[in-house]
């Protein structure tokens, strides 16, 4: 008898426990339904034109962009792709700190899925268009390595039909008197010198072969968008509790608390909001500098990059105007004025989205693990180099875990046709 008395006191105490855990946790007010509605992949509406780009949204130039990502005889030693660094296993990131192609890196690899929703591109924003991000990497001599020229002649030998059924007539790039089979403006002084050589109208002629190699890869990227997780199931139960009742299915208590962390106490969400879970913009959250590497200044040189870069949506090659490129629609773009912060140190936050399918974390890898990030975070050291925007917030451990298990609500498939992910020349 008096020992069911204590088994049943104890069911009750349990009981009650759970009850009002589960209370304080599926309890949302106004304004935090609306906030979290406002994340929601619902919310992401359809992809923004990109006027820079006349073929974005062609769906041959996808095919053959896609090929151009997966090709590896678009690298100096027939070694490299897109793919190399950015995985279909891996939610097109990379797993480690800092890539290596042909050479090393100094930094991670972002994922690609969703990134036709950005203005800006790479972590500081060097880059205002996604054809022209893609030509970067082509010519660095760490990444694929290799020149316009070779470029333009592996399309002129492999894709010619199909690169000129969208572009228009290519030059006859078998005379090698007039096209180098290695030219272009790059570190290597035998191959800019060979470019220097050529006739600036077949120079011409070659830069908008390669830009054009940009702009279909750019088409192929803009198929790659995050898919649906738990945590947009949850957000929109919420929403509409009449739907599915059973809310509490979609995120269990830790997650939640970790949402509640999230967009409460550690105030996450100030810079990871909306539905991709960034602002897109670029902050300081003094990230250390990695081992081995010089001090990086991230956006504090991003801006001057973009304007000496010879691509970008306000140059010859891009096929929009002016008005519409991110420099003159964003308002924190080329604002000179004495007002705009030092942008040293600040770097351009990531979505959240599908995030820890692709440790390690930052810009050049700095930290292993979700828990380094949020120990980061908890602690906020001072920045190496301007200041940091963050507080420490002094989180539990227990506080970490429950972020840490939010942040796994957030991983979901690639939202794309399967056969965008296949490697075309997988077999
Ligand atoms: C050697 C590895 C490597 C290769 C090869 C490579 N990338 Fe990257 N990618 C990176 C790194 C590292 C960054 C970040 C660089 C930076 O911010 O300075 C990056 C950044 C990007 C970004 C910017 C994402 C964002 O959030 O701003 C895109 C898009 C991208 N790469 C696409 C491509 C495409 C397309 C190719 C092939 C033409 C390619 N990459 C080849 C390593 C690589
Ligand atoms: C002031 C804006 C800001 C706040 C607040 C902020 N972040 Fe970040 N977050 C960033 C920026 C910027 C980066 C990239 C920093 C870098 O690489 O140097 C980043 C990177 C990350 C990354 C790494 C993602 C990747 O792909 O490498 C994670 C995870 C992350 N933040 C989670 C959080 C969590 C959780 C919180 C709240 C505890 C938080 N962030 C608060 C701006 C912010």
Redesign the pocket.
Known sequence: MKFTNIIIGLTTVAALGMLSSSLSQSVWNKAEIELLGSMSITKLGAMPNDPSNLVAENNQAAELGQKFFFDKRLSSDGSVACATCHSSEKYF?DDQARSEGVGMTNR?A??IVGAGFYKWYF?DGRADSQWSQALGPLENANEHGGDRTQYARVVFENYKTEFEALFGQMPELADTSRFPSHAGPVTDPKVSNAWQSMYPMDRKAVTRIFVNIGKAIAAYERKLNPGRSRFDTFVETLAHPENDPDASATLNDDEVAGLR??IGK???????NGPLL??Q?????G?PTAKDLELDV?RGTGLQKLAASEFGCLTEYSDAKAAECAANTTTDAYDTSSEVKNMN????????RG??L?A????????KS?QE??KH??NAPSSPTGDS??KP?S?SSLEMQQ?EA??KSLEAPVNADVRWLEDPFSN
Do not use: R
Not at 266 to 272: L, P, R
Not at 281 to 285: G, L, V
């Open positions: 990131a991670k972002p994922s972590w962390l999230f550690a105030g996450c969400v100030s810079c990871h960034t602002d913009q670029f902050h300081n959250t990230v991230g140190g600040a770097f351009k936050t990531p979505s959240l995030a820890s692709h390690p974390f930052m810009h050049a890898g700095q930290f979700l990030v949020l975070y908890s925007e963050i917030l989180l972020i939010f942040l």
